[in-house]
């Protein structure tokens, strides 16, 4: 069933149920080639981004952020609020906001910390266009 202010992008798929309902819950955002299994429940408000595929009997909570090419494995429960980066496969049961499923999964624990880290260095983005006004970037000669 797929409720009111829902969108669904060019080849994507939403299986019917089987045992269950799938339903795909209002303002519910699906962008291109996406797949959505069989007995889901996509709460409202969710964006599920290019490349998202969510196997059969899972779960999403209201307002999560499922970033392209995100695998959510059978039977799986994602909270409300959950963002969840690039490329992870996440097989765990149940998904929180407080538990990590963001990078690629090949990349390790290790490397994780390292790019938290880094990220937690670098200047707030907002102010990005007034740093760049005071020292402009060194750029290239123009093409005569």
Do not use: Y
């Amino acid at each position: 069933m797929i409720e009111d202010d829902v969108e669904i992008g060019a080849n994507s798929t939403v299986d019917r149920g089987a045992l269950a309902e799938t339903r795909v819950r209002r303002g519910t955002k699906i962008d291109n080639l996406v797949h959505i299994g069989h007995n889901c429940d996509i709460g409202e408000d969710v964006i599920l981004v290019m490349g998202t595929g969510i196997s059969g009997s899972s779960t999403v909570g209201k307002g999560a952020v499922l970033a392209g090419q995100v695998g959510i494995g059978d039977h799986a429960h994602v909270g409300s609020g959950v963002i969840l980066a690039a490329r992870p496969a996440c097989s765990a049961a149940r998904l929180s906001p407080t538990k990590d499923c963001g990078l690629e999964p090949c990349c390790g624990e290790r490397r994780r910390d390292r790019c938290r880290r880094f990220c937690a260095r670098l200047p707030f983005l907002d102010d990005w266009q007034s740093v760049a006004a005071k020292d402009p970037p060194k750029t290239f000669p123009e093409r005569e």
